[in-house]
Structures are given as C-alpha cells and as structure tokens.
C-alpha cells in the first residue's frame, strides 16, 4: 500500500520554460547585505514594546530573588485551639 518510492531515481533539470527564462534581477538593496535595513514603524513600535517587557520582567525577577523577611507573628490557630472550639458529631438515631 502506498505510494512506491524509487530512490534510485535521478532528479531531472529544469523543464522548457524555465530553460528559456532570463536569471532574475535582485534589486541593490537585496543583493547588498552590508547596508543596514530600517525598520518600518509598525516594527519600531514592537521593539519598543518588547524591550519594556523585558525592562518589567527583569525588574520583577530581581524583586523575586530578594529574602523574605519574618516581622509579622503566625496568626493560625494551632491544633490544640482548633479541637476545643470544635464540637463533637452528634450521632442520630434510627427509628
């Protein structure tokens, strides 16, 4: 089942229209790399956007590595106050 692959198979050249077709004529800005690309303002704003993001997310990380201090006492109720405040099950009787 499937389709029979030969690998063995030599890939042939172009075809006739692409043998009679000119090379293509790249314009100086695509065939010069040297030259720096501007970007255009839709992008200028995404950059701009991205760098604060990343302003804000460093900013939080280094928030996040500072030690946390203990001043306030631990308000929870320890086992002891929580039985004495709680109240039995009552058990129901049948009839």
């Known amino acids: ?16 229209k692409s043998k009679r077709q000119q090379d293509p004529v790249l314009p100086k800005y695509l065939s010069d790399p040297a030259k720096p690309k501007t970007l255009s303002s839709h992008q200028k704003k995404r950059l701009k956007k991205a760098l604060e993001r990343d302003a804000e997310k460093a900013a939080a990380k280094s928030k996040s590595k500072l030690p946390k201090q203990k001043n306030e006492p631990d308000t929870s109720l320890s086992k002891q106050q929580l039985g004495n405040n709680e109240k ?7 009839m």
Do not use: L, Q, W, Y
Not at 1 to 16: I, S
Not at 88 to 94: C, E, H, L, Q, V
């Open 88 to 94: 039995a099950p009552s058990k129901k009787t049948s």
């Open 1 to 16: 089942m499937g389709r029979k692959v030969d690998r063995e198979k030599v890939k042939r050249g172009p075809g006739k």
